[in-house]
């Protein structure tokens, strides 16, 4: 007993019924296919169908058009059960295609009986088919197909509802495989925020730290008010036309009482005694501090001499270091700042200064930059050398050598920018880097007043 498969083949020029006696077939355009069709959409080994176990399996094998079961598309390469009047259709094409499975017997020998004379039939003409029944058999026949077809979706749609339970299971532990990312998300996010918080508790308190050195150093750098106790006046000329010698004793000088003073001199009572007293007092300030003893200086009632006070002594600059003039612009680039901006290396040289540098661009780097492992540590330490370097050379710097000094910081910034550029991983991180330093400037400027 041989398997081979019937098929029968549905279309606008009628139907076919080929019949392979062997239990494997491929059907596609291709010559080499056991079943070949010529339609467009249809590949060259489109499909494959065989038997198994007496039961008909069929695989579309990943054609462009696809392979439609009952007017329903098959998966690719997922092989099929077929059902009885089951309709097959290849992509596109017009034509259906019914696959039926034929058990071949083998003849066997047997001994044949002894013939024997046949009686005379009746002859009896044939009787003509009845269109009636013709009809009834044609709707019958048309009825048990559509309900071949209707069980055949049936079946179908079993099978893609298993299908689904299956995606409905792996989508179920996705699922949940995702709840827990989440999960561990937001537990990272509530770490994040809470270390946030404690750097802008960190911040205000380095803020207010610097406040309190600022407010300390203004104090003991506030020159004291100072009053000269003898101003620079000019000489004051007593006039001696107005002094009379005093008058032989009379009558009146035995009552006790002093000779009267002329008229003009009445409006030089007090306050000739107290810018006497002043003047003197002054002068004697003088001398002391002069060095000389008092003995060796008299003064005279016509003249005070007034002594101008003893210049402050001053350290002497450095002859020949190169000193410019600073002000409160940010440069571009380092060396510039170095140079012209103010206060700017004590700054950048302020350990409350660089940690609150440090957790901002780390910050900024993980949540805005979007990069994960950014190399603060790096950066931050070798821009600290950098400026190092920088005042170094500056402090080195002669009148007379600017700028072959100058070109020495620049040629140093430039290896820093060598190094910048590799860590940021390209020109656009080392322009998004310098951009940002700019803006912490700007909103740090109580660094750049101390």
């Not at 056991?34 to 489109?46: F, I, K, L, Q, R």
């Not at 695989?59 to 092989?79: F, M, V, Y």
């Not at 003898?230 to 002094?243: D, H, R």
């Not at 006497?276 to 003064?299: D, N």
Request: glycine share 6%; net charge positive.
């Amino acid at each position: 007993m041989n398997a081979a498969l019937k098929i029968k083949i549905f279309g606008q020029d009628g139907t076919q019924v080929l019949q392979l006696s062997k239990s494997s077939l491929t059907l596609g355009s291709a010559a080499h296919c056991d079943v070949v069709s010529a339609h467009a959409s249809v590949n060259p080994e489109h499909a494959r169908a065989w038997l198994d176990g007496g039961r008909i399996w069929v695989q579309d094998l990943g054609s462009a058009a696809g392979t439609s079961l009952n007017e329903i598309r098959l998966p690719a390469l997922k092989p099929m059960l077929l059902r009885d009047l089951d309709v097959l259709r290849l992509g596109q094409s017009d034509a259906t295609i019914v696959l039926e499975p034929v058990v071949v017997r083998a003849p066997t020998m047997k001994a044949a009986p002894p013939q024997r004379p046949a009686p005379p039939q009746p002859t009896s003409k044939e009787t003509p088919p009845d269109p009636v029944k013709e009809i009834e058999f044609e709707k019958r026949r048309e009825q048990l197909h559509a309900l071949g077809r209707e069980l055949a979706d049936t079946r179908l749609q079993l099978q893609m509802a298993r299908l689904e339970a299956n995606s409905a299971d792996e989508m179920s532990k996705q699922l949940h495989f995702l709840r827990e990312e989440i999960k561990t998300v937001q537990e990272q996010k509530v770490k994040w925020n809470e270390t946030l918080r404690q750097l802008e508790l960190d911040k205000q308190q380095l803020r207010q730290d610097a406040e309190m050195e600022i407010a300390k150093f203004k104090q003991r750098h506030t020159p004291a008010l100072s009053i000269p106790l003898v101003s620079a006046a000019p000489m004051v000329e007593v006039p001696t036309e107005t002094f009379e010698p005093p008058a032989k004793p009379s009558a009146n000088s035995k009552t006790g009482q002093r000779p009267r003073i002329r008229p003009q001199w009445k409006g030089l009572g007090i306050s000739s005694v107290v810018f006497a007293t002043v003047m003197i007092s002054g002068g004697w300030l003088i001398l002391h501090h002069s060095g000389k003893p008092t003995a060796s200086r008299t003064l005279s009632s016509r003249e005070v001499e007034p002594r101008p006070a003893a210049p402050v002594e001053q350290k002497p600059k450095v002859a020949g270091h190169f000193s410019p003039k600073q002000g409160s612009k940010y440069r571009a680039n380092y060396s510039d700042n170095v140079l012209y901006l103010e206060n700017y290396v004590g700054a950048e040289q302020n350990p409350g200064w660089r940690n609150l540098w440090q957790a901002e661009l780390n910050k900024v780097a993980v949540g805005d930059w979007k990069i994960a492992n950014f190399p603060t540590v790096d950066v931050v330490t070798k821009e600290k050398s950098l400026i190092n370097d920088l005042v170094q050379i500056k402090d080195t710097i002669a009148t007379d050598q600017v700028q072959k000094g100058v070109d020495e910081m620049r040629a140093r910034e430039a290896k820093f920018m060598h190094e910048l550029d590799g860590l940021l991983k390209g020109p656009a991180g080392v322009e998004r880097f310098l951009k940002f330093k700019h803006s912490f400037y700007s909103r740090n400027q109580i660094y750049l007043t101390r």
